[in-house]
């Protein structure tokens, strides 16, 4: 087991100091619950009091389910007391509470707050992805890179494993970039992650997750190839997983889950693939799509609904923009892109 004592204890400063600047007097509510890592938990506390912040960490029963599934089981008025006077909160939480009615309470009410998704995370992540990257580079770079996205009328992805798809963009339609910082009010996640919505009803062709599926597979254990017709899945194929898979989507009673509704971009030099979706969908070089609700930051105003939402990977991605060269199973050939992936240590 890895316990990077040392290491952490820098991750946790880069974290409370670079990433969310904490000033002196500023609340800062931690949150966990009974599945994480309590030395992640304390490492973030000690960091943000050795700044003059004031650390609250609240933990949870782990409860059963994730986002509103959770709810039954969180102490939502108090938990949305204490974070309503927050002034920034990361959460911990393997079971997690983004988009539960404490974090919508709290985000619409508290327009001071600064909120940081960060869940699952242990030591070995924290380090490899917080600890050790340059982070204004990567910043750059996933500037740069969502722009060229944007800009691209028409794109087409391919992998080793299978994948073959062709779709469109909407002009003038935005695009999440995930640089990992929280230093004004809203929510954030960790960095290395681009996503937007193209025209869905665009994309054809063959789709196949070879990373991980979450939920219901994790980590996967044998490809799942999606049949892709008009942005619909209209046939998975594979093993034990791929049945899962359709199970747990057909299981839902909605047409919205058989239906993209996100693509993805994974771009973070110190992620790998280890069954938890917040480092999974980051894989250098993958491309990620995912299927079922649609956020209104995506689709704005008010995204698109539906009872879940679940994300896969294709891994080692060849991306192309109006026909040139993005990336090339999973290496970035852009030549303006590919110095700033070099100073990453991803050339």
């Known amino acids: 087991m890895l316990l990077y004592e040392y290491e952490l204890g820098k991750a ?23 599945e994480s890592d309590p030395r992640v938990v304390n490492a973030t506390a000690r960091a943000a009091f050795s700044l003059g912040a004031k650390p609250m960490v609240i933990w949870l029963a782990s409860p059963l389910g994730v986002g509103k599934l959770a709810d039954p089981m969180l102490p939502v ?11 920034a909160w990361v959460e911990f939480n393997n079971q997690w509470l983004l988009y539960s009615t404490p974090h919508e309470i709290a985000m619409k009410e508290n327009k001071k707050l600064r909120y940081l998704n960060l869940v699952g995370m242990n030591p070995d992540m924290m380090v490899r992805c ?17 722009e060229k996205i944007r800009s691209a009328e028409k794109i087409h992805m391919s992998s080793p494993g299978g994948t073959d798809l062709e779709f469109n963009n909407i002009k003038g339609r935005g695009a999440l970039i995930r640089d990992g910082y929280a230093d004004r009010p809203g929510t954030y996640m960790m960095a290395g992650f681009i996503a937007w919505a193209p025209d869905l009803e665009s994309v054809n062709g063959t789709l196949v997750f070879d990373g991980s599926v979450v939920p219901p597979c ?30 747990y989507l057909k299981g839902l009673n909605h047409p919205q889950m058989l239906r993209l509704a996100h693509s993805s971009f994974g771009f973070h030099p110190g992620a790998k693939l280890t069954g938890d979706i917040v480092e999974d969908e980051r894989v250098w070089g993958c491309t990620e799509w995912g299927i079922g609700q649609v956020g209104a930051h995506l689709i704005p105003p008010d995204g698109i609904p539906a009872p879940s939402h ?13 026909g040139r060269p993005f990336t090339e199973k999973g290496e970035v050939v852009d030549p303006e892109l590919k110095e700033l992936a070099v100073k990453l240590g991803k050339g």
Not at 12 to 34: N, R, S, Y
Not at 224 to 244: D, F, S, V, Y
């Open 12 to 34: 946790a400063d880069i974290l409370t100091k670079e990433l969310f600047k904490l000033k002196p007097g500023e609340t800062f509510v931690i949150t966990a619950d009974t």
């Open 310 to 322: 679940t994300d896969g990977q294709s891994l080692n991605s060849t991306v192309t923009l109006d």
């Open 130 to 146: 917080i600890g050790r990257v340059d982070h204004p580079t990567l910043k750059t770079f996933l500037e740069k890179a969502t």
């Open 218 to 247: 994790g980590k996967l254990e044998e490809p799942i190839r999606c049949t892709i017709e008009a942005g619909k899945i209209a046939k998975i194929e594979g093993g034990t997983q791929a049945r899962q898979l359709e199970t």
């Open 77 to 87: 008025d108090s938990l949305v007391g204490a974070l309503k006077g927050a002034d």
